[in-house]
Each structure stands twice: as structure tokens, then as C-alpha cells.
């Protein structure tokens, strides 16, 4: 079951750099979605600057995935605060409740990146 919770986790941060990255490349081409509006529309600030962070959050969670990966007990307290800083800093670059999808998200990263670390503090 603990090999479970940390292969959820390790899933859960790739799935976070993968849509960090999925990101930088739809602000960045600014494709029309069906509903005739162009993705940016979703952004309150210049896209450069959702660009930047989604960047920036990419890397940081890559470091996160790495030490996780390796059972290091830092890399789940640095993803617990790298997810929730993205939280807070990316709030008012998003317009409206698209932005709630992504505290979900980081919800779950929490709870499983703290259950990570409560069972290898057990360990040590």
C-alpha cells in the first residue's frame, strides 16, 4: 500500500511539469478553442508572465519528482511548498474559477506528498 501512495505521487508531479509545459506551449501559440474565444482569454496578466511562472513551477516540481523518486524525505516537504506557493502566486494570474480546478489539484499533491513524508519519517 505505501509503494501505492508514492506511485500515485510520483504520477500526480509528472502530471503537474506535463501540464506546466502543456501550458507554456497553448499560451504561447494562443490556439481558438470551439468557443471562438483564444485560450489566452483565461489569463489576467500578459501571457509572458503566466509563461514565466509555469516555468519557473515546472522546473521546481521536476526537483520535487526527483527526490521523491529517490525517497528522499525533503523532496515531499519541497513539493507541499512548492505546490502551494504556485497556489498563491499563480491566483491572480488566472480570471475567474479555472483557477479552482488547479487548488484541487493541489490539494491532492499535499495530502499525498505529506503522507509520503509521514511514512518515511516512520522509516528513519
Known amino acids: ?61 521536476f526537483v520535487a519528482l526527483v527526490w521523491v523518486l529517490r525517497r528522499n524525505k525533503k523532496g515531499a516537504l519541497f513539493l507541499i511548498a512548492v505546490s502551494i506557493i504556485n497556489r498563491v502566486i499563480s491566483h491572480p494570474i488566472f480570471i475567474g474559477g479555472a483557477h479552482l480546478i488547479f487548488v484541487t489539484w493541489t490539494v491532492l499533491l499535499v495530502i499525498f506528498a505529506y503522507l509520503e513524508y509521514r511514512r518515511l519519517s516512520k522509516q528513519q
Open 1 to 61: 500500500m505505501q509503494d501505492l501512495k508514492q506511485k500515485i505521487l510520483l504520477v500526480l508531479t509528472a502530471l503537474t511539469i506535463v501540464g506546466e509545459v502543456a501550458s507554456i506551449i497553448l499560451w504561447t501559440a494562443n490556439p481558438t478553442i470551439p468557443s471562438g474565444q483564444e485560450i489566452r482569454f483565461t489569463l489576467a496578466v500578459d501571457y509572458r508572465i503566466a509563461v514565466a511562472n509555469a516555468a519557473v513551477f515546472a522546473a521546481l516540481n
